[in-house]
């Protein structure tokens, strides 16, 4: 919000868009984009505009990781 995190993200580069700031801050950045060339309908769909690379990869992910393991009570 205050424009910090920016110049983090390009002194670090991955190792600070990894953490759950770094998807906040994809959002906030795919949000600023979609509102500037759609207007207030960018508001609704930047955001997940921008991640669903991300979010879709974890569900592939996650479906693949729980398919090759086995799931038991101790």
Do not use: H, N
Request: glycine content about 18%.
């Amino acid at each position: 919000a205050v424009g910090l995190y920016k110049p983090l993200v390009d002194f670090a580069g991955a190792g600070a868009s990894v953490p759950i700031s770094g998807f906040g801050f994809l959002m906030s950045e795919g949000v600023r984009k979609a509102l500037s060339e759609d207007g207030a309908l960018g508001v609704l769909t930047g955001g997940i505009t921008s991640a669903a690379a991300g979010i879709s990869a974890a569900i592939v992910f996650g479906l693949i990781a729980a398919l090759c393991t086995k799931s038991g009570d101790k």
